[in-house]
């Protein structure tokens, strides 16, 4: 790649790099459950992806970062033989400010907690496609599948979804 589309690609990480480095700490955390880890992992992410952008060239930044986070997520699990899995959402760095605040807290912690009862999978697409509001073309690139399995993954895990919530 020339330095000048190199030097591009890394600028343009940069300038956003405050959004996506929030985006894909929280990825990696609910994936962990472990602010210390998703802080090591995010690191390593963003250094890998660097590294990457020397050489190669990038299309779609943010869709390449969440491909990166969910493989160094694998590979921590796979290195220390653990099961995924999430417990619940810890809302970091914010402070308790009204009553909404508060419902707003306990209606997420309920949306996650109903999240953990799906399958990993399914649970990774409805993130990437309502926590971390990717579109359908991010979310096939992030996990290397065609748009169209996207859409049909995302239909299936939400329906998976409302039948969860809709339990008693």
């Given at each position: 790649m020339n330095n000048d589309k190199q030097n591009k690609a890394i600028n343009d990480l940069m300038e956003n790099y405050n959004e996506l480095v929030n985006q894909i700490f929280r990825f990696i955390y609910l994936k962990?459950?472990?602010?210390?880890?998703?802080?090591?992992?995010?690191q390593d992410c963003f250094l890998s992806t660097v590294k990457y952008l020397k050489d190669k060239e990038v299309r779609n930044i943010?869709?390449?970062?969440?491909r990166t986070a969910r493989n160094k997520v694998i590979d921590y699990y796979r290195i220390r033989n653990r099961i995924i899995y999430s417990d619940?959402?810890?809302?970091?760095?914010?402070?308790?400010?009204?009553?909404?605040?508060?419902?707003?807290?306990?209606?997420?912690?309920?949306?996650?907690?109903?999240?953990?009862?799906?399958?990993?999978?399914?649970k990774e697409i409805l993130m990437m496609r309502y926590i971390e509001d990717m579109n359908i073309k991010e979310i096939a690139e992030a996990l290397g599948k065609n748009e169209v399995v996207v859409r049909v993954r995302i239909f299936r895990a939400m329906q998976k979804f409302k039948k969860i919530v809709n339990r008693k």
């Open positions: 962990t459950s472990s602010k210390e880890i998703a802080e090591d992992l995010t943010r869709a390449f970062l969440f619940e959402l810890v809302l970091a760095n914010e402070k308790i400010s009204s009553r909404d605040d508060i419902a707003i807290k306990q209606d997420a912690r309920m949306i996650i907690e109903k999240l953990n009862l799906l399958g990993e999978e399914d």
